[in-house]
């Protein structure tokens, strides 16, 4: 079955260290994934999206994630976080069945401390 | 939250009793959708619209019905035969590039709906 799993339900971290949220995948075919991070009682809002190409994607807000294709993996990194980063953060995958629907990780919620 | 506006922000609905949501989007995108969003489960498919007129069940349709009249707009109705209804909905939608497999999606506010 195509899946996205994200192993961590919170992440804490002190303001100014890297922070990394963790995403593995299953899919049969190419991987289109994607991160989106969701404020409190707010809509998801797109961070960043792998299609093809360089492993190394950069996005909004000073986010990046990494491609791996050998570990099945999407892990969404920021160099030095912020408190204003605290949210819940989705991982999710493009797959075709029946048409073209995104399946989306539990959820990870990242809390950074000043 | 873009150009998809979802409304009413809250919802309370009594058992038995049918409720709509709204949703309106201005980005000129042909497919929408709804999804439900329950703590620690992420996001679920309800139902999605690639085309006016045309609607395909996702993966938790029973106890809901949508209709797409309009590009423009995606109601969603919760009926009485969802047993369950305490959620936050989420509307989306998105303009498919290169078949559908790489879009994004862009998503309204949200309504939270209570059974009371």
């Known amino acids: 079955a195509q899946s996205v799993a994200q192993p961590e339900d919170q992440v804490n971290v002190a303001e100014g260290n890297p922070l990394t949220v963790k995403c593995t995948y299953s899919?049969?075919?190419?991987?289109?994934l994607f991160w989106y991070v969701q404020y409190p009682n707010r809509g998801l809002q797109f961070l960043l999206k792998?299609?093809?190409?360089?492993?190394l994607v950069k996005g909004s807000y000073g986010f990046e994630a990494e491609f791996n294709k050998s570990q099945t993996s999407f892990h969404l990194k920021k160099p030095s976080a912020l408190v204003s980063d605290s949210a819940l953060y989705f991982c999710?995958?493009?797959?075709?069945?029946?048409?073209?629907?995104?399946?989306f990780g539990a959820g990870t919620r990242l809390f950074v401390k000043a | 939250d873009g150009g998809i506006t979802q409304s009413p922000k809250y919802l309370f609905r009594k058992e038995g009793q049918n409720v709509t949501l709204s949703c309106e989007q201005n980005l000129n995108h042909d497919a929408m959708y709804w999804y439900r969003q329950d703590p620690g489960q992420g996001l679920r498919l309800i139902y999605y619209s690639q085309i006016v007129n045309d609607f395909q069940k996702g993966d938790i349709a029973e106890g809901y019905s949508v209709s797409r009249e309009k590009k423009e707009s995606f109601p969603l109705t919760v009926t009485s035969a969802q047993k369950n209804p305490t959620a936050f909905y989420l509307c989306?939608?998105?303009?498919?590039?290169?078949?559908?497999?790489?879009?994004?999606?862009?998503f309204g506010p949200g309504t939270r709906l209570t059974v009371l």
């Open positions: 989306a939608s998105s303009s498919p590039v290169a078949g559908g497999s790489t879009d994004t999606q862009y």
């Open positions: 899919v049969s075919g190419n991987p289109y």
């Open positions: 999710a995958v493009r797959v075709l069945t029946g048409g073209f629907k995104t399946i």
């Open positions: 792998y299609i093809t190409g360089d492993n």
